[in-house]
């Protein structure tokens, strides 16, 4: 299965509003509502920000929001503070049990 | 509390076997899946595969099919990724995860990660 496909680096200054988007097929994100995103500093655990397309696991700030149009999902990330820098990555469930990663998406904060 | 605890970091040569632990304390272990997860340096993270450590059924990445084994000891809580012979191109950190729900949802809680060296 290929990677889904992401931008590799985003930026925006504090307080603005950025979007990462996951681009699939209609064999993964299009089939699916099994989209999920992380948070990845460098050096400590992934973190999971967004389950199912667009819920929040508890904990995690109302400032992260997803969804899907058709074969792409998106990441919003609104009021950007300086710790929201990180890679992010997406993930989409595919046929015959398996898990498909998106390449990675460099957030950085100006 | 939920922890998922994994084996510290290994040098080893090609050719040598390896197998690295992940346990997991604060829920039930055997109710829930473990994925493992493959971050090759200065690149982004791939999916291996998954085990269900009630009855060890695995399924794995056609990218790692083959090439890794997974595995689970429901006495310990505890699971495991294995090489039988190691090559310098598996260099990389390794973790596990817990998926929430099941093999369709995301992974909720994490490993720290273990760096696995390859190298002559």
């Known amino acids: 299965q290929s990677a889904l496909t992401q931008p590799a680096s985003v930026s925006g200054s504090p307080g603005q509003s950025i979007t990462i988007s996951c681009i699939g097929t209609s064999s993964d994100i299009g089939a699916y509502n099994y989209v999920s995103w992380y948070q990845h500093h460098p050096g400590k655990a992934p973190k999971l920000m967004i389950y199912e397309v667009n819920n929040r696991p508890s904990g995690v700030s109302n400032r992260f929001s997803g969804s899907k149009s058709g074969n792409t999902a998106s990441l919003t990330i609104s009021g950007l503070q300086a710790e929201d820098e990180a890679d992010y990555y997406c993930t989409s469930y595919i046929s015959s049990s398996a898990v498909v990663f998106g390449g990675g998406t460099k957030l950085t904060v100006l | 509390e939920v922890q998922l605890v994994q084996s510290g970091a290994e040098v080893k040569k090609p050719g040598e076997s390896l197998r690295i632990s992940c346990k997991t304390s604060?829920?039930?272990?055997?109710?829930?899946?473990i994925t493992w997860v493959r971050q090759m340096p200065g690149k982004g993270l791939e999916w291996m595969g998954f085990i269900y450590p009630g009855d060890s059924d695995a399924r794995y990445s056609p990218s790692f099919q083959g090439q890794v084994t997974f595995s689970a000891d429901k006495s310990i809580s505890a699971a495991y990724l294995q090489w039988s012979s190691l090559k310098a191109s598996d260099t990389a950190v390794y973790y596990c995860a817990r998926l929430r729900t099941d093999i369709r949802g995301g992974f909720d809680f994490w490993g720290q990660g273990t760096l696995v060296t390859v190298s002559s």
């Open positions: 604060g829920y039930t272990f055997t109710n829930y899946w």
